[in-house]
């Protein structure tokens, strides 16, 4: 990191007569040879490969193009490890009342139980999460580490899942598809595995199971999975329980909507026109809730979708600096290979009481 990027390289884009450095950041004063857009997006892999970001200015009438380290000292990364303890705490807390019936104030110490759930959903999310995180650092981009959101006993999951924050421009529609595919694949592949292990382990059948006054839609690659494995006995096992949260959290994902992982790869599939598919999806969830409610079935999930899908769409598409070069081939099958994963996934009315 710190190494100069090769003039030459520059000097095909962008004529440099004057080189001075400020700090870490190095400042290369000279004439573009193309507009803003293609000489950022030809020097980008040049400039992460060496640990910047480029970035192209006008100051006092001269053009300076700015070499800016890629860091994350500015993170509070302790934010990020505070957050995971007490989510993990909160999705211990939460399996061992809803599975095991534990009163955490008269039976704290039987917490404990709800640990093997805590660990295959910290599992799930922190895989889906973390691809996303890889993937944007081997593309350049700058990217926080996990945000783990805790919701003890109020979720039945005990947490609102998690997230990471993308900081700075996105280089082409290659990396947009890249880092919104990498979660949900290596989060669903993580919720399989949860799932098969689940299936594989004893239900939990204390009569204080508040897990026993519910019935879970089954969403189609769940269904599957249970054919398949050979599951000796009724009910589901808590850590079989985190496995289908993490396709409902993958469906959810991969919804073609604003900033959802979907929505980045349904917009560096099909450019602008991914717009009126993200303004089309809350409206279809919220008008088939609705007719759910109508019809005497429990449509509340679809309308939480639609407007929480909505407030996504409101939020509009990441736009790549070189959103001229379409997705390969390769590219746009497993993108559309992705939204049957969605369909396979998902499941209309999730929870019934």
Not at 109 to 115: D, E, F, N, S
Not at 159 to 178: E, V, Y
Not at 191 to 207: D, H, M, R
């Amino acid at each position: 990191m710190n190494e100069l990027v090769n003039l030459d390289r520059i000097n095909i884009v962008f004529h440099v007569y004057e080189i001075q450095t400020s700090g870490p950041v190095i400042r290369y004063y000279g004439e573009p040879l193309v507009d803003s857009k293609t000489l950022l997006a030809s020097l980008w892999n040049d400039f992460a490969d060496r640990g910047y970001e480029p970035e192209l200015k006008r100051e006092h009438g001269e053009f300076v193009l700015l070499a800016i380290p890629v860091s994350n000292t500015d993170d509070k990364k302790h934010v990020n490890v505070i957050l995971a303890i007490a989510t993990a705490f909160a999705i211990t807390l939460t399996g061992a009342v809803f599975f095991y019936g534990v009163d955490p104030i008269t039976d704290p110490l039987l917490i404990y139980k709800g640990l093997p759930f805590a660990a295959a959903v910290m599992f799930v999310l922190g895989s889906h999460e973390l691809a996303h995180y890889y993937v944007a650092k081997r593309r350049g981009m700058k990217a926080s580490l996990p945000f783990f959101i805790p919701l003890p006993l109020i979720s039945p999951v005990g947490t609102l899942g998690a997230l990471i924050r993308l900081k700075g421009a996105i280089p082409d529609r290659k990396s947009l598809f890249d880092v919104g595919i990498a979660g949900p694949l290596v989060g669903l592949a993580a919720a399989i595995v949860v799932t098969i292990v689940g299936f594989l382990l004893p239900p939990v059948t204390t009569s204080a199971s508040q897990a026993q006054t519910i019935a879970l839609g089954t969403p189609l690659l769940f269904a599957l999975i249970e054919k398949v494995v050979p599951v000796t006995s009724t009910g589901t096992h808590p850590v079989a329980f985190a496995g289908w949260v993490g396709m409902l959290i993958t469906s959810l994902n991969l919804l073609p909507v604003g900033q959802l992982d979907g929505g980045h790869i349904a917009r560096a599939i099909s450019g602008e026109k991914t717009t009126y598919i993200s303004a089309a999806v809350p409206l279809v969830l919220m008008a088939t809730g609705v007719f759910y409610s109508l019809n005497g079935l429990n449509g509340d999930m679809l309308l939480f979708w639609g407007f929480f899908t909505l407030l996504f769409a409101t939020g509009g598409h990441p736009r790549p600096i070189n959103d001229t070069k379409k997705l390969d081939n390769l590219r746009i099958v497993l993108g559309i290979l992705a939204f049957g994963l969605c369909i396979a996934c998902f499941t209309p009315i999730p929870i019934q009481a």
